[in-house]
């Protein structure tokens, strides 16, 4: 049966840390089976924008929703369908592939047995010989690859990334964006916080640009016709304006 709404549904939403108004009417949804790049300068307001899905930040005004429920008024509600995988992924460098997932697992109160964790690990493209290896030597694409095998793991309906390929090369970009692919084709929204035109253009359904606190611009890709990165380039130096208080 279809969502009756979107998982991701945000309008008109205000938001100021103190006196530093951040957001000023943003509006922006992620159906399901989608994935939603959101573009913006340093400081627009976009790691702010998912701290307020996942209820960690308070919005002044607007409404904010994450299947159908308020991440303000009921914030664990909203994160157990979320899964997020922040800037700096926090694992534990002492602990195994295996042992992290299991872990982390466990926090959001959803253990799995080593099989499903070892297929979810494979599936996010590690390597078996690093399954049991200590995190301690692990190279940044592997680490986001254990973050991003955790995340798949849960089955939520909602993605939340923020600048999940910063550090990784083309070919783990590459990789990682594949992944991002198989994940939409499940039905999961996906939101992804990014500097990254090229992953963005190869993979988004939609851009979003955040500008003076709201989105001040957004494109949509269908099917073979596919984002000009040349446009979207200039469109990104032209942007990244911090709103005035
Ligand atoms: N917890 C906080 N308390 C006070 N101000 C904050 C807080 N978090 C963010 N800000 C400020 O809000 C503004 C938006 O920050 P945010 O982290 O959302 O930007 P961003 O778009 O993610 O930028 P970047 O591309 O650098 O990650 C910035 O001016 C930042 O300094
Ligand atoms: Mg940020």
Redesign the pocket.
Known sequence: MPPMTDPILIDDLTLA??T?R?LSGLSLRVPAGSITALL??????????L?ALLGF?RAQSGSIAVCGIDPAADPDGARRHIAYLP?NVALYEHLSAVENADYLLALSGERQPRDAIVEGLAAAGLQEQAWDQRLGGFSKGMRQKVAIAVALLRRVPVLLL??PTSGLDPRATADFNALLVQVRARGTAVLM?T?DLLSAADIADRIAF?EAGRVAHEASASGAERFDVRALHARFQAGGA?VAA
């Open positions: 840390y103190g530093q951040v913006g300068g340093n400081g627009a307001g976009k790691s702010t924008t701290s930040t800037e923020d600048e916080v500097h955040i911090k």
